[in-house]
């Protein structure tokens, strides 16, 4: 069944964005997607309550797209939580807005991916460092579904990472318009990009 499926985007240094703008842009053409630029529209961090919550009853996937700053989100993507995530909206009594929906987060990370490990300097992983998103997540009743993550990210332009990143985004995106995301399955992983690969590599299998 058809869903609809929402990107809340953070980044307040879009100028000199190289992974996310083009991300963001992407995922602007894709029919069935709504693409929100939260500090283009919120540059005061005035943010509209009334207008995200709608935003949120509207769509049925919700996705954080981020640059990692400091292991976490940008600054407005936390206020946003603080303020659009009411009790008897989001959690508590009659607090049921959000029950079944699909959450996850897009993200890139300076960091190399063998940097986010038990042995790596970061020692977590991403999907660890992102507990605080998958409990907020469990609290309001929205099905959690690992990162979809570009490591490395400084180095991807000149390494020519990014068109296969975004080939990636867009499959992952129509697939979450179409419905077509095993859950369950998808759950299990660390990363999103290990569910597309797996499920690519059953499909070349099964050829
Ligand atoms: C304030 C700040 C904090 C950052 N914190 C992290 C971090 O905790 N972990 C990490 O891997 N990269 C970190 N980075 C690197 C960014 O994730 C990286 O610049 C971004 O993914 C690049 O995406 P862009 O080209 O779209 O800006 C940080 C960068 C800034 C500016």
Redesign the pocket.
Known sequence: MTQKVLVLFA?P?QH??????P?FDLAKQVEGVTTVDLYAEYPTFNINIDREQQRLLDHDVIIFQF??????TPAILKEWQDLVLEYTFAYGTDGNALVDKTFFCS?????KAE?YRAEGY?HFTIRQLLYPLEQMASLTGMYYLPPFG??G??TALEEKRIDVHLAEWRTLLQRCVAGDINREHAAQFDKLNHYLGDDQFKMEAAK
């Open positions: 980044h240094s000199r964005s190289e992974v996310n703008k991300l640059p990692l700053y400091w292991y976490s993200l890139t990370a300076g960091g940097a970061n570009l490591f990210s400084r």
